[in-house]
Each structure stands twice: as C-alpha cells, then as structure tokens.
C-alpha cells in the first residue's frame, strides 16, 4: 500500500441489518459475516463484485451510547509509531494506542488537529 492513501472504511451502527439492507439497495453489496468470538459478536465484509471493500460492525458495548453511528476511514502509513509522534506534535492525539489486527497490520486511533477521528494503520504486505 502507498503511504498517504486511504485502505479501508468501517461503519459503527447499532442496527446492523438495516445498514446491511440500505447498502445492499443502494450500492449492491453483498456482505460475508466473520465471527469475533473474543469480543462475542460478527464482522460483516461488504463486497463489491465479490471484493472486500468495508466492514461493519455492531457499535453496542463498544463505544459510549452518546456517539453516533459513522463512518472510520483508516490511512496506510509507512511507520505507525513514527507517525504517532506526528500527529501528537501537529496537534492531534492519540485516541488508542497500537494494536496488531491478524492478516491487517498495526492500528492505533488518532484525532487530528480538528478533532476528527481517524485509524492510522501500517498494513502487512
């Protein structure tokens, strides 16, 4: 992957069928479930053209009931630990330090100088 580009989005929602259904209706996915036993609930692989090109996932029990269902964006980096020290010193933070996704690479969770939330990860090759 190149380093600056974007490689993947997330959806958080609490009615995964219903996100499920509208972007089946309006774009034509088709979706593939992955069961996450530690956490006890489904990763749903969106598909375009039999493609992974997104996840969903079910937001309760994982973030605040306060925080809305959205969209996250991640972008490649070329080293994940040298551009956390960037962003902590262009005025964002640090939301969730590294951690590794099996078969994905290295991801932490950064707000940038306008708070916006975003995964930074470094991806296996």
Do not use: C
Not at 11 to 21: F, G, N, S
Not at 65 to 90: C, F, G, M, Q, T
């Amino acid at each position: 992957m190149t380093h600056g580009t974007f490689v993947w989005s997330e959806l958080y929602t609490r009615d995964v069928e219903a996100a499920k259904a509208f972007y089946a209706a309006t774009t034509g996915w088709t979706f593939e479930g992955m069961p996450m036993p530690h956490q006890n609930r489904t990763y749903w692989l969106a598909k375009a053209g039999g493609k992974p090109v997104a996840g969903i996932l079910d937001m309760r029990g994982m973030l605040p009931d306060s925080d809305p269902p959205h969209w996250l964006s991640y972008l490649e980096v070329d080293d994940i630990d040298r551009r956390l020290a960037d962003i902590k010193n262009h005025g964002g933070k640090v939301v969730r330090p590294p951690f590794d996704i099996p078969e994905f690479g290295r991801v932490a969770i950064g707000a940038d100088a306008t708070g916006a939330f975003l995964a930074w990860v470094t991806t296996k090759h």
